[in-house]
């Protein structure tokens, strides 16, 4: 099986570099890339005027599968990836049960077998994700998994978590930190700021994260373990983990869409889809946020993608579940809001969203060398069309960003050669 | 659309022009209280619906004797707050009120927003009545006007609110409608019961409960809630009514003739000593009976006021 993805712009995170030239693909690898390749009987791609990038990667979604199938499957929510641009996806183990052993891990990757896009579970760090005693992190690496998370149970118990530390760095894994101190967050549904006192509802202080952030670098930098901190939120994270790399922590993070796009304002109308943790936080917090994108501070951008079911969100804002969907407007708002915006360069938003994913669960994606899996996105940076939830492939409809113009969305998905979403349709 | 809008959520966007209308339709409402037989047939043939997710004997009860002075039908339904975690919705009595036929819905709510998400399901006119820490407008509506009754006016004066800001609804209404009628606010509490942005809102935030009765015009004080002592957000009640506890010698601070205010039910003893509470210059009493007035304002406004679709 040949594909030629022919005259599109090639952006290469591995070399750094951009430039025009054809990609062809044989039997799901990259064959080569170059111009002027002999393609006798290959289907032909014409990306003219596109940008042809690795197969992104989102190291951060809910798939909700198994135990939540009501909100999304591994089927959907590989669908919704395809449809964002994603060839890959690594899964939190937040499911029923808890992907805390080997057996639900196998279950997952047996699953996303079938799937549209590559699947790569994220295993429990603790049992249950209770914070009480470790996983079986060895088993749980032999059955596929990349990494080790209580992804929105953060581990409260700071000796717990130096073990969890040690021994995912014996394994040569990485530990994804959900960073809550929950007696800080006790009970708050939003920022705690001037529109959460406006507002009347329960604030979630800065803080909250910050001083988990700080007990990770620190645990990180003793024990000499790789961390990476999910969904950065706060000026004072961005601040903690640029000072912790120029010491030479091991220390890696993610920042979500919706955190370098909307402000606490969004809460205003008490618009349930608003309501995800780590919260949408201040104006100064975005900004900085931002700016840790733009200086390398924060590696990765990961949607935090938690998809909930209609009648869970229509409910009061106290009761509503945390978390909106992010796989298929996440392209959209990174070319939107901080190509368009000169925040990030094509570049370094295709690193963060390829390259540095890939390097942080150690798997082998995110590049086009020859002999790589042909993972392929392909993005039209001129393609606009607002958001329209009613067209989503996601089981999940909430989002805030119904109706807002985004420029600069996935155009084809290529996964292992094959061509899974193509003009924004799943094929 | 009655008069002042569909639906009465809280203050933080009512112009000056309408609170004023309000309060100057509650004047002749009064009146009809003070009568032998208080009883208008001005909203003969509309129908109230009273939903309390909470427990609030003297808001309803205000509410309900509202709506019958001016002849409207009501109806309770009863919600208790426990149905809310049992997973009936706001938005199943949404359906219940709109098939009712309701002209006005007052909801009463533990949750902030409620009173807007359920204004946005229904076509009838909603009234919040208070919804978490929020907004409490009918609330801070009859202080407007028992203190514009008072003194004359409201522009210029200095208005003291001592206590719970944090989870306080009526302390949220009162800032924004008194800042919106030209009069000072500043607010006193623990710190730990004051939150962020409160200047942003047009308040002073005191350091003491003394720098904020200095030579108050008027003193509203909270009711502070047991629960918040369980909570941990303040040491214990006796040392409470030691540091904020509005006593005799404390009230002294404030402007001659200062009124004071609370909008109940009082811990006597605690926020609020016995002698204020039921002194001379205490305005308690006052605000239940004119609490009723601008209440029938509000439902005549919104309901009856003559231009409703």
Redesign the interface.
């Known amino acids: 099986m040949k594909l030629l993805i022919k005259g599109g712009t090639v952006v290469d995170p591995v070399a750094g570099k951009i430039e025009e030239k054809d990609v062809f693909i044989v039997d799901g690898k990259i064959a080569r890339a170059g111009a002027h390749v002999n393609t006798a009987g290959a289907e032909v791609l014409d990306a003219s005027g596109k940008l042809v990038v690795p197969g992104l990667i989102d190291m951060h979604v809910h798939l909700r599968e198994p135990g939540f199938e009501a909100r999304e499957t591994i089927y959907t929510g590989t669908r919704a990836a395809a449809r964002g641009g994603f060839t890959s996806v690594a899964c939190m183990p937040n499911t029923s049960p808890v992907a805390d052993n080997g057996a639900v891990i196998s279950f997952i990757k047996a699953c996303g077998l079938k799937g549209a896009v590559n699947v790569y579970p994220i295993g429990a760090i603790t049992r249950g994700s209770k914070g009480e005693e470790l996983a079986e992190m060895g088993d749980m690496k032999e059955a596929g998994a990349v990494a080790f998370s209580d992804d929105g149970m953060p581990v409260m118990n700071a000796g717990l978590m130096r073990r969890a530390l040690q021994y995912a760095g014996m394994l040569g894994m990485v530990v994804i930190s959900h960073c809550e101190d929950k007696n800080l967050s006790a009970g708050g549904v939003m920022h705690e700021g001037y529109v959460s006192t406006m507002l009347g509802l329960k604030g979630i202080p800065a803080s909250a994260e910050e001083v988990m952030v700080a007990r990770d670098i620190l645990l990180a930098e003793e024990t000499g373990s790789r961390v990476h901190i999910a969904h950065v939120s706060t000026a004072g994270s961005v601040r903690l983990i640029r000072e912790a790399k120029a010491r030479g922590v091991r220390v890696t993070a993610e920042v979500a869409p919706h955190h370098f796009t909307l402000t606490d304002e969004a809460v205003l109308g008490y618009d349930t889809s608003t309501k995800v943790n780590p919260p949408l936080r201040s104006a100064g917090d975005v900004a900085a946020v931002r700016e840790g994108l733009a200086d390398g501070t924060i590696d990765v951008i990961a949607t935090d993608h938690a998809p909930h079911t209609e009648e869970e969100k229509d409910v009061e804002y106290d009761l509503a579940p945390f978390g909106m969907v992010g796989l298929e407007t996440a392209v959209g708002l990174v070319w939107t809001e901080l190509v368009a915006a000169g925040v990030l360069t094509p570049l370094q938003a295709v690193v963060k969203m390829t390259l540095n994913p890939a390097r942080v669960l150690g798997i082998p994606k995110g590049t086009l060398e020859p002999g790589a899996d042909a993972d392929i996105t392909i993005i039209d940076p001129d393609l606009s069309e607002p958001v329209d939830p009613a067209r989503f492939a996601s089981k999940g409809r909430n989002t805030p960003f119904r109706g807002r113009l985004l420029k600069g969305l996935p155009w084809a998905t290529i996964v292992g050669g094959r061509v899974v979403m193509q003009d924004r349709v799943i094929r | 659309m009655g008069l002042i809008g569909k639906d009465l959520i809280g203050l933080?966007d009512m112009p000056a022009e309408r609170i004023k209308l309000i309060l100057d339709t509650a004047v002749p409402m009064k009146e009809i209280i003070r009568r032998q037989i208080k009883k208008v047939p001005t909203l003969r043939g509309r129908t109230v619906v009273t939903v309390f997710y909470e427990a609030s004997t003297r808001t309803r009860t205000s509410f309900e004797l509202a709506a019958k002075y001016l002849s409207a039908d009501t109806v309770t339904i009863a919600a208790a707050a426990s149905s809310?975690s049992k997973g009936e919705?706001?938005?199943d009595t949404a359906r219940t009120i709109a098939a009712m036929g309701a002209d006005a819905v007052v909801l009463r709510?533990p949750?902030?927003?409620?009173a807007?998400?359920l204004a946005r399901t229904v076509d009838a006119a909603v009234i919040n009545a208070g919804?978490?820490?929020?907004?409490h407008p009918s609330q801070a509506l009859l202080d407007l006007f028992t203190v514009r009754e008072k003194k004359g006016r409201l522009e210029g004066l200095k208005v003291a609110i001592i206590g719970d800001i944090?989870h306080s609804?009526v302390a949220?209404s009162d800032i924004w409608g008194f800042t919106r009628m030209g009069a000072e606010v500043r607010l006193a509490g623990p710190a730990t019961l004051l939150?962020?942005?409160?200047e942003?809102?047009g308040a002073r935030v005191c350091s003491s409960v003394e720098e904020a009765l200095m030579d108050a015009d008027v003193v509203i004080v909270l009711r502070i809630q047991l629960e918040r002592q369980q909570q941990g957000l303040f040491p214990g009640l006796r040392e409470y009514a030691r540091l904020f506890g509005i006593n005799r010698e404390r009230l002294r601070l404030a402007a001659p003739g200062a009124v004071v205010m609370h909008p109940g039910p009082m811990n006597r003893g605690i926020e609020i000593s016995p002698e204020v509470a039921d002194g001379l210059q205490s305005a308690i009493n006052e605000q239940v009976n004119n609490g009723v007035a601008v209440r029938m304002a509000l439902l005549y406004l919104l309901t009856g006021g003559g231009c409703r679709k």
Do not use: F, I, T
Not at chain 2, 111 to 114: F, I, L, R, S
Not at chain 2, 195 to 198: A, D, K, M, Q
């Open positions: 933080r809310v919705s706001l938005k709510h949750m902030a927003g409620a807007e998400l919804d978490g820490a929020h907004e944090m609804r949220r939150p962020p942005g409160l942003k809102m």
